[in-house]
């Protein structure tokens, strides 16, 4: 049972447009949210996250939504550049818990020229 | 800054050898994690531990075991090998407190034959 659901296996963007990767969970005690970004033949990176306190974070070009009611989550990245082309892994976990941090199963971003 | 290592980067395995899955970090953090990560299955949380002497099973344990002697190392152990481990393995490790994002090594492309 998958926890941590991202729809979208790729998504193709034009360079300098916004790309928008979208996260899904089902369990409502997740309160940690995490991106991470992977390029080929290396670990993930962690990008950005978000508490479920707040409803967005932003850095530099990297914002992420979270809409608690929904249970859903959104990355959006502006402009978009050649090097955002990459696997973007959705994350949550459950603070103060057993600290598990569940992944979903990743969005392949292609940013076109 | 080493940050997290894994060893080794490749290794072909024959059905029913064994074989242990090296991880170290240097950052002295606490928690520390490791994934498999199967093609368009995301990453799957196998056993994690959030001190020395203390593990625990992920999302897929089977087939594995773990130990935690140090704060350094967490080294993964397979028995018996199967080829439905074929897979890309990574560590990760993070600080408790505040610092809920984990860092990744660089992994280990595990293919049994």
């Known amino acids: 049972d998958q926890q941590v659901k991202q729809n979208s296996p790729s998504l193709s963007v034009q360079e300098g447009r916004i790309s928008i990767l979208n996260c899904d969970y089902t369990?409502?005690?997740?309160?940690?949210f995490l991106w991470y970004k992977k390029y080929p033949a290396e670990g993930p990176t962690f990008l950005i996250s978000?508490?479920?306190?707040?409803d967005k974070n932003e850095d530099g070009r990297f914002t992420v939504f979270l809409n608690k009611s929904a249970k859903h989550l959104s990355l959006h990245i502006v402009p978009s550049q050649p090097g955002d082309s990459a696997v973007y892994f959705c994350?949550?976990?459950?603070?103060?818990?057993?600290?598990?941090?569940?992944f979903g199963k990743g969005t392949r971003l292609h940013i076109l020229p | 800054n080493a940050g997290v290592t894994q060893t080794p980067k490749f290794r072909i395995l024959k059905i029913g050898q064994s074989m242990t899955l090296q991880c170290t970090q240097d950052?002295?953090?606490?928690?520390m994690y490791w994934y498999r990560q199967d093609p368009g299955m995301g990453l799957k949380l196998i056993y994690y531990?959030?001190?020395?002497?203390?593990?625990d099973k992920g999302e897929v344990p089977n087939g594995y075991n773990v130990s935690r002697s140090t704060t350094e190392d967490f080294p993964l152990r397979l028995e018996l090998a199967a080829p439905s481990q074929t897979s890309v393995y990574f560590c990760?490790?993070?600080?408790?407190?505040?610092?809920?994002?984990?860092?990744f090594g660089q992994g280990t492309r595990l293919t049994v034959v």
């Open positions: 531990s959030v001190g020395a002497g203390i593990t």
């Open positions: 994350a949550a976990k459950i603070i103060n818990r057993d600290d598990k941090i569940i």
């Open positions: 978000i508490s479920s306190i707040k």
């Open positions: 950052m002295n953090h606490n928690y």
């Open positions: 369990n409502s005690m997740f309160d940690y």
């Open positions: 990760a490790s993070r600080q408790s407190g505040t610092g809920h994002e984990a860092f």
